[in-house]
């Protein structure tokens, strides 16, 4: 069975011993219905009613005592297990490279809905547990009041194991069908808020969007009853089935006549509580074969990530300076099904420390590309990196050297991996960029974050400065702001930074301040061009 996947090694002891006390627990609810049985229907002397009254009241207290220690402790090593692998799979996935990450899909998923499909399954799994071995215990019982009636239970029970397990793959593929439609419908959610502003200009494209989503509603409601039709037929056919065995032992003569009437009695009384057990497991039995396909996509989705990116003991000490960084034939190439869509490089490249560089080309040029591969979210596929005329063994190190402000730059609320105590410095940033009154920061926050493109990268500027971090990457910064920040960008930050022993390395079309720069790099169709 896959779930038990989740428990490998000595994990899967804790929970062996919590199924064994649930086990433990619905042995004494099958041991009080035997007690009942023969309280009722076998009634001896007065002593021995005081001791089955007493057996009772024990079995009765034991087993509510297994059934909470039981239940607690599965649960409690669930929950453990499954925080161990959103702790992995977070760092995991931190640890990964750029193009894989870029290259994933359900993330979200994974995190959300196949995690807590797995948790919800404790109770479903403490129940279907003791329901089973209440069945097995019962199964006993009725073999020991009359071997008969044990044949006939034991039969009923292999039928619907065969019947129920030629489902398995139908129940299996109705939950498929189902977290498909589910993914659909969350992709044209995510269209709409997306895209919501373009919606409500195009009226055409957003009555096409409503009929996807209507397609899909659809869709979502026929695979929901499909996998209702599965789950509740088989929990009737449970039913179903041991009525028919419970009218062989009431109704079928040759049966009927070998086994004494009180004995009879007991053997339906079993019955009809068994009928109530079996109905449950039955109608559970899609919650495993659910978990088990949650647990398979979030295995699958972990093996993408690759085998390069375990868990570091610690995270690496931050390079504090530099002399030279230099680039020797390094290369890197876009991959469509195996085919080389396009290629940078491969590129020969010196930068110094306290220098000023501006990279220049067209749109699609590889310019951002270039600097991915120079910071290192990259890896080269051909040439390589060194520093300080070493060969980088450790590219987490090296990125440790840079600050950078890319196009899609991500805001972080809290103020991760700067030193805020400073709150005085703090804020007469956010003046200098012309912020104060629009972001405020308080107890290590900033906040608001629903800024426009130009103060999104004002901000962005503001914790890179704190960072104050030897190289400077910045991806067409003074694109979106205004002519005097433009300008202030340019003629005073710039060689401000220089002037602190700074590198900085700027994406920019702003010819007219070309000048300013120490040296200017042209890329066009991924290849260094006239430079100067």
Request: glycine share 6%; aromatic share 10%.
């Amino acid at each position: 069975m896959k779930l038990l996947d989740l428990f490998p090694g000595e994990k899967r002891k804790p929970m062996e011993r919590a199924l064994l006390l649930v086990v433990g627990s619905a042995l004494a609810g099958a041991a009080q219905v035997a007690l009942l049985n023969q309280a009722v229907l076998h009634p001896r002397s007065k002593s021995f009613q005081v001791i089955a009254a007493l057996g009772f009241v024990l079995f009765l207290v034991g087993g509510f005592l297994l059934r909470w220690r039981g239940s607690a402790r599965l649960m409690a090593q669930i929950e453990v297990v499954l925080l161990e692998r959103r702790r992995r799979l977070f760092d995991r996935i931190r640890r990964t490279d750029l193009r894989t990450f870029e290259r994933l899909n359900g993330v979200e998923t994974s995190f959300s809905r196949d995690i807590d499909r797995l948790a919800a399954l404790s109770p479903v799994l403490i129940d279907c547990v003791s329901y089973s071995t209440m069945l097995a215990g019962f199964g006993l019982y009725l073999t020991m009041l009359s071997g008969v009636a044990g044949f006939v239970w034991l039969s009923t029970v292999g039928w619907l194991a065969t019947l129920l397990y030629r489902e398995r793959d139908a129940i299996a593929l109705a939950s498929s069908r189902l977290d498909r439609a589910w993914n659909r419908r969350q992709a044209l959610l995510a269209q709409l808020t997306d895209g919501f502003a373009q919606l409500k200009m195009d009226p055409l494209a957003a009555a096409a969007l409503s009929k996807d989503a209507q397609s899909a509603d659809r869709e979502f409601e026929h695979a929901q009853q499909n996998r209702f039709t599965f789950v509740y037929k088989s929990s009737i056919l449970a039913s179903t089935i041991f009525h028919v065995g419970l009218g062989v032992v009431l109704f079928q003569s040759d049966v009927a006549r070998s086994i004494d009437s009180k004995v009879r009695f007991e053997i339906v009384t079993v019955l009809f509580f068994s009928i109530t057990a079996i109905t449950y497991v039955v109608r559970e039995l899609h919650a495993f074969v659910t978990a088990e396909q949650a647990l398979t996509r979030l295995d699958a989705f972990e093996a993408s990530l690759g085998a390069d990116c375990e868990i570091a003991v610690r995270e690496p000490a931050p390079i504090e300076q530099f002399e030279c960084i230099e680039l020797q034939g390094v290369s890197f190439s876009y991959l469509d099904d195996q085919r080389v869509t396009f290629t940078v490089g491969p590129i020969d490249l010196i930068l110094r420390r306290g220098e000023v560089v501006f990279i220049t080309g067209s749109n699609g040029s590889g310019k951002t590309t270039l600097m991915k591969l120079l910071t290192g979210l990259y890896e080269p596929k051909q040439g390589s990196i060194r520093l300080d005329g070493k060969q980088l063994t450790d590219l987490d190190r090296y990125r440790s050297l840079f600050t950078s402000v890319f196009m899609d730059h991500h805001l972080f609320g809290p103020g991760y991996g700067i030193d805020t105590s400073d709150s005085e410095r703090v804020a007469a940033l956010l003046r200098r960029f012309n912020l104060d009154g629009i972001v405020r920061f308080e107890k290590g926050r900033f906040s608001p974050l629903q800024l426009s493109t130009g103060q999104r990268k004002r901000l962005a500027m503001v914790v890179a400065l704190l960072e104050d971090r030897p190289l400077y990457v910045l991806d067409e910064w003074a694109a979106h702001q205004d002519p005097y920040l433009r300008r202030y960008f340019y003629e005073t930050l710039v060689p401000e930074l220089r002037m602190r022993g700074k590198t900085v390395i700027a994406i920019s079309h702003d010819a007219r301040f070309f000048h300013l720069a120490d040296r200017r790099l042209h890329l066009a169709s991924g290849q260094l061009v006239a430079a100067d």
